[in-house]
């Protein structure tokens, strides 16, 4: 860790013991949606979040942060709600270990989750393509565990189809893989789908014209696939999330608006101080 971070940090941290960056997120009235894809103790790649690391990370936002469903949050939103101190905890694709592993961490600290599942991949030895040369095995749920997720009063959202870029497909294309994959859910748990989030985080792969198509289908919000705050007046169909963090003090610095990365910027206390890639800090 370079200088410059450890001082950072050490900032940060004599902020957060005098609760001062809570009192200003209250005020500022941002909420934060976290992107989650993988909980587990047998991967390290960057979609991975060590077990560990999760409870740390769910047992430190539980203590500061309220912790709200997707749907609740949706709701605050098109209310006019205050949104300060809230965080919403998403997954996406529907890997096994959101179950195994994420959802009791979950349950312990009784944390609302929202999991986003490719119904073209559940139930099925498919491959992501970007799993497909990794030598660990990071399998899909079954159907039956995407209801045991349910019936533990997660809710279950749609991610397509097949995981396609939808900036790269026709309108029709996007559009089909929208309505059959809110359709496979409800159909094998018995329940409505509202929430749908795009697969892929760059800009160009979250087209506005799909989010549209997402509203039209009959869902009740859209998430995007990269990073920001929800604000208040935000349309519940261009919600920003945020990426997995390596480390609870960097997630925590983000939620707290003292340190946050968006659209290649480093803002430090919101202040823009310099553009690079993530992993540089």
Aim: contains cysteine; neutral net charge.
């Amino acid at each position: 860790m370079n200088i410059r971070r450890q001082v950072v940090e050490a900032m940060y941290k004599v902020c957060d013991q005098s609760e001062l960056l809570r009192s200003i997120g209250k005020i500022s009235n941002m909420a934060n949606i976290l992107m989650f894809h993988r909980v587990n103790d047998y991967d390290s790649d960057g979609l991975t979040t060590p077990t560990p690391v999760f409870e740390e990370m769910m047992r430190e936002l539980k203590k500061r942060y309220q912790i709200v469903t997707l749907s609740e949050l949706v709701h605050t939103i098109r209310t006019g709600g205050p949104l300060g101190a809230k965080v919403v905890i998403t997954f996406d694709d529907g890997y096994r270990d959101n179950l195994n592993c994420a959802a009791p961490i979950l349950k312990r600290y009784d944390i609302p989750a929202t999991f986003f599942v490719t119904t073209g991949f559940i139930d099925t030895q498919n491959v992501f393509p970007w799993d497909a040369s990794n030598t660990v095995l990071n399998p899909l749920m079954t159907w039956g565990e995407v209801r045991n997720l349910a019936k533990l009063g997660f809710e279950i959202g749609a991610h397509t189809v097949t995981h396609p870029d939808l900036g790269a497909t026709s309108h029709d294309d996007a559009r089909r893989e929208i309505r059959a994959a809110k359709q496979h859910i409800e159909g094998e748990l018995g329940q409505k789908v509202n929430a749908f989030a795009f697969p892929f985080g760059r800009r160009d792969c979250c087209p506005v014209e799909v989010s549209k198509i997402v509203r039209e289908e009959g869902y009740a919000s859209c998430c995007l696939g990269y990073g920001g705050k929800v604000r208040p007046g935000s349309d519940p169909f261009r919600l920003n999330r945020i990426p997995m963090y390596p480390t609870t003090i960097d997630l925590l610095m983000e939620v707290d608006n003292f340190l946050t990365y968006f659209d290649g910027t480093t803002r430090f206390v919101g202040v823009p101080v310099i553009r690079h890639k993530p992993n540089e800090w």
